[in-house]
Nanobody, 122 residues
Framework: QVQLVESGGGLVQAGESLRLSCAAS??????MGWFRQAPGKEREFLAA????????DYSNSVKGRFTISRDNAKNTLSLQMNSLKLEDTAVYYC?????????????????WGQGTQVTVSS
């Protein structure tokens, strides 16, 4: 069972940047993704990346501001977040999909991290 551990969350001001990292306990030859969940809201897809890193997908809410990347040699997944907004405040989760297909549905992801809090203040 692969374990995922996120890091890099914190408190930032609107307009600033933050970089999240996700360390996997082993090599993952599957799609990986980032999700978030704000209080009182459903979990939201943010970005996904293929196992090779050649293909990515983003939600409209973060496209152009967030960049997903992975380093398979280090078993890490990252999310560079720029121009943060108040509405980006949430708990952020990394996840490993069940297969190699890029997918935006949380039900297609098998392994989840514990989450890291990102708070954006004005």
């Amino acid at each position: 069972q692969v374990q995922l551990v996120e890091s890099g969350g914190g408190l930032v001001q609107a307009g600033e940047s933050l970089r999240l990292s996700c360390a996997a306990s082993g090599r993952i030859f599957r799609t990986m993704g980032w999700f978030r969940q704000a209080p009182g809201k459903e979990r939201e897809f943010l970005a996904a990346i293929s196992w090779s890193g050649d293909t990515t997908d983003y939600s409209n809410s973060v496209k152009g501001r967030f960049t997903i990347s992975r380093d398979n040699a280090k078993n890490t997944l990252s999310l560079q977040m720029n121009s943060l907004k108040l509405e980006d405040t949430a708990v952020y989760y990394c996840a490993a999909a069940k297969g190699i297909t890029i997918t935006t549905s949380e039900y297609d992801y098998r392994n989840w991290g514990q989450g890291t809090q990102v708070t954006v203040s004005s």
